[in-house]
C-alpha cells in the first residue's frame, strides 16, 4: 500500500516562500514520475509541476520561474519550492505518485 503524506503548507503574505514536502512509503519511489496538483475552491485540480525519476521537469504556466520541484530518492521524497507567491496560488496542494494520491496541504496566500 502506497502512502504519501504532505507537509509545509500554511498561511503566508504575497511575495512570500513556502516548501511543501511529500513523503511517500510502501512505494519503488526512485522509479516514478512524482508531482503536485492543486485545488482552488470551485475549481478543478490542475497541475502544478511533475519530475520524473531522470529529474526531467514539468511546471504549468502560472508557476513556471516562481515554483520548483525536487526529489530526493534516497528520503522517499518530493518538493515544492514556491516563491514569490501571490494570492492566485491558494489552494490545496497535492502530491502524486502515479495512481495514488496525498491528502493534501492548504496553502493561502494573503494580498
Known amino acids: 500500500q502506497v502512502r504519501l503524506v504532505e507537509s509545509g503548507g500554511g498561511l503566508v503574505q504575497a511575495g512570500g516562500s513556502l516548501r511543501l514536502s511529500c513523503a511517500a512509503s510502501?512505494?519503488?519511489?526512485?522509479?516514478?514520475?512524482s508531482g503536485w496538483y492543486r485545488q482552488a475552491p470551485g475549481k478543478q485540480r490542475e497541475l502544478v509541476a511533475t519530475?520524473?525519476?531522470?529529474?526531467?521537469?514539468v511546471y504549468a504556466d502560472s508557476v513556471k520561474g516562481r515554483f520548483t520541484i525536487s526529489r530526493d530518492d534516497a528520503a522517499n521524497t518530493v518538493y515544492l519550492q514556491m516563491n514569490p507567491l501571490k494570492p492566485e496560488d491558494t489552494a490545496v496542494y497535492y502530491c502524486?505518485?502515479?495512481?495514488?494520491w496525498g491528502q493534501g496541504t492548504l496553502v493561502t496566500v494573503l494580498s
Open positions: 510502501g512505494a519503488v519511489f526512485k522509479l516514478a514520475t
Open positions: 519530475i520524473t525519476s531522470s529529474r526531467t521537469t
Open positions: 502524486n505518485l502515479g495512481r495514488f
